[in-house]
């Protein structure tokens, strides 16, 4: 199963990493930005796609309208601190298909990663 993980902190990144590592995922791949994430999406290539919301360049939700042009299906879980409900609805307008709030186990992120056909 291939990832792609979108998050300006390299520390949060390594915390994903270790979380999918723990629930049986290998194959993420890290950008560093908003901008790097789009250079290196793919359609096709990535099973999941987890973006932080706050990033420089293209922010999260930038990141989900720009990879949903590129392809409807595949899940996209943004992975933040901001759960207010105007900007959830404005995620899930954008295509988000689901959200993990920091801080996050290991176990939610499993849940997460089978509610949305992701399982290990």
Request: glycine residues 8%.
């Amino acid at each position: 199963m291939r990832v792609l993980v979108a998050d300006d902190s390299s520390t949060m990144r390594k915390i994903i990493i270790r979380s999918l590592l723990a629930v049986g995922v290998d194959g993420a791949v890290e950008a560093a930005d908003g901008n790097e994430a789009l250079e290196l999406f793919k359609p096709g290539e990535f099973d999941l796609v987890l973006t932080d919301w706050n990033m420089p360049g293209k922010n999260g939700l930038e990141v989900v309208q720009a990879i949903r042009a590129q392809d409807p299906n595949v899940p996209i879980i943004m992975v933040t601190t901001e759960a207010e409900k105007g900007r959830v609805l404005q995620a899930i307008q954008a295509g988000v298909s689901d959200y993990l709030v920091k801080p996050f186990t290991a176990d939610t992120l499993r849940e997460k990663l089978e509610k949305h056909g992701c399982g290990v």
